[in-house]
């Protein structure tokens, strides 16, 4: 592993893009991993698509609309997402989605939220069409500016360029972050782009039918220019001839007095192995994360929230005050920085080392918000409960990390744990007592999983010859060493009402 050598550029961006089916981002910072993105092949990004669609339920109790965008799944759509423009009748007062909305009726939605597992992607008709340092918003006329844009006199100075220009009737533009500093030609070029983009999207939508994809996002490369570059930025390492050039000409395209910055990674060693980050990317997938002065956070995920523990390394009662406020100190940046790693949304809650000391207490809050700064995401903080307790809201940008890169473990079905051998052995010797109650057959042959059939021919051998004895059957149990834990297969081999022998057939498993 090599590490970044010093003097080089405190803030580089790292593309690895050398097989086709998957494409990693990293933006690192003296060495650190900042920001994380990865694009496989099989779960591609619709986030930002636009589509025409076809209205087909209409749900009153949600006040809401199912639409058939062409995914597996259709699309929710709520009234709040839903633009006047759409509306079968002028509605007066809040409107009822059942009146102004009919099945069958042709929408134009993009995707705000990604479809998964249980739920179909959420969906909106005010459209966003992002640029460089602009979005073009058709449908909204107001002009606004980031937030993360501090400097007043910018943020006016950007609004007078904005107001300067001419723009279609009925469309808004929203000035991004990167746009901070940037002169008038710069953003009269982007905004040039996007009007012709939403031009392309309106002609493509008038002639083709429903449901089809009108629009689709730029891939993770692009994106990573796009939204993830500043000028702070002072490298962008490619590792692929194609990605580089492709990379290359987007930057001329979107700030031609960058392109220097994007450099061809040509080394024989991995690029995020020659930049010293392999181990910080698998530190992404693990539970526990080890802080620098040995205490831990340990992140757990459940379905309404994600909980994070603060543990200390020290267990001493001398100067525990003090171990426990630089614990908690590092674990408020480093919590900040996982949760923007891995992408968590929702609701998160913080438990830190309780402290004595309010201005500990303070510093904690000071040191947790500073960190989600960095934070491209909403997110909104609470102050820290009594009980060392600090609850976070953060908006999701993506699709988790986890959620891209896994699947759910055959083994524990994705619950984490498996059944004890002795449990699952108890189980199964019920069920064969439920199948002889009910089906009285001549035979019953078990194919289980090895360490189930061991237990239950060393530990049970008395109760399945009582069982064979008593009700005159056959038992066979046949150690798998191929079944997963919780398999069970089983024949019944029954007798018919006159006593002889039936075809065998499939029992329980």
Known sequence: MVKQKAGSPSRLMLINADE?????VALVEKGKLEEFYIETAAQGQTRGNIYKGIVCDIVPSLQAVF??????KRGFLQIDEIHPEYFLSPAK???LVERVLKPGQE???QVIKEETLHKGAALTTYLALPGRYLVLTPGQKNVGISRKITDEKDRKRLKEIINSFSLLPGVGVIVRTAAAGKTKLELARDLRYLLRLWETIKKKAQSVPAPALIYQEVDLLLRAIRDYFSADVREIWVDNEEAYRKVKEFMRLVSPRHGRVVKRYKQALPIFTHFGLDDQIAQIYQDVVSLP???????QTTEALTAID???????????????FKTNLEAAEESARQIRLRDIAGLIVIDFIQMRDKKHLLKIEKQLREALKKDRARVDCTKMSKFGLIE???????PSLIAITTCPCPLCEGRGFIMSTEVRALETLRRIKMEIALTHPEQITCKLPLDVANYLLNKKRRILTELERHFKIKLLLVAEPSLKP????????????????????????
Do not use: M, W
């Open 293 to 299: 002065s040995g205490g831990e956070i340990v992140i």
């Open 107 to 109: 929408i134009l939605v």
């Open 20 to 24: 086709p089916e998957e494409v990693r």
């Open 310 to 324: 603060v543990n200390s390394a020290s267990t001493q009662e001398k100067n525990l005050e003090q171990t426990s």
């Open 93 to 95: 007062g809040k409107p």
């Open 67 to 72: 639409v058939d965008y062409g995914a597996t």
């Open 392 to 398: 976070i809201s953060r908006q999701r940008l993506h």
């Open 486 to 509: 919780y398999e069970v297969r089983c024949e019944t081999s029954a007798k018919d009402f006159t006593g002889e022998k039936a075809c065998p057939k499939e029992g329980f498993t």
